[in-house]
């Protein structure tokens, strides 16, 4: 038998940061899914570790032990945290579309409404533009992002779970 090799799951990450990266057509197996996945929460993992280490790292200890008042506490550690803030929001903002690109096409892959993957991209384009405008200027919107976040979360656990369907033959992938 001479079966062409399935990509690794590394491979798979790769082809989806690189070839795959803003594609929203075509289909992905779950083993492309579940690879993109383990390596990208690998690197998170790895990278959430590193920049905490580095925070810690580059915070002035000795100054911070001889404070008294926890506002200027609060505010010298705020200054030191901006810029690991700053690298980990654009560091995610380019994983998004290879994320939302691969959730489409393994939805479409399982047989499911490309629908339903887009309504998650909306629900994160209104969760944005409410951390933009509400809590970025201290209006009270706490109870409206705590829902959004309710609600991505139950709607992201309900497209891992459309996730673990198996892929549908050929003939039945049609384009939407």
């Given amino acids: 038998m001479n079966t062409p090799a399935r990509p690794s799951l590394w491979r798979y990450f790769i082809l989806c940061l690189t070839k795959n990266y803003a594609t929203f057509s075509g289909t992905a197996p779950r083993r492309e899914f579940w690879g993109f996945y383990l390596f990208l929460f690998i690197f998170s993992f790895v990278f959430g570790m590193a920049g905490g280490v580095i925070f810690a790292l580059g915070l002035p200890w000795g100054e911070l032990a001889g404070i008294q008042d926890p506002e200027q506490v609060q505010t010298i550690i705020s200054s030191h945290m901006a810029p690991f803030i700053l690298i980990v929001q654009i560091v995610t903002m380019v994983f998004y579309l290879p994320i ?6 393994r939805l479409r892959d399982a047989g499911f409404s490309t629908a339903w993957g887009y309504g998650y991209i909306a629900l994160a384009v209104i969760s944005i533009i409410n951390w933009a405008v509400l809590d ?5 919107g706490g109870s409206i992002t705590q829902f959004l976040g309710v609600l ?8 891992i779970i459309l996730a673990c369907f198996p ?3 050929a003939e039945e992938n049609t384009p939407e």
């Fill in 152 to 159: 991505s979360s139950a709607y992201w656990l309900l497209l």
């Fill in 136 to 140: 970025r200027f201290q209006y009270e």
């Fill in 167 to 169: 892929s549908r033959p």
């Fill in 100 to 105: 939302w690109g691969v959730t489409i096409r």
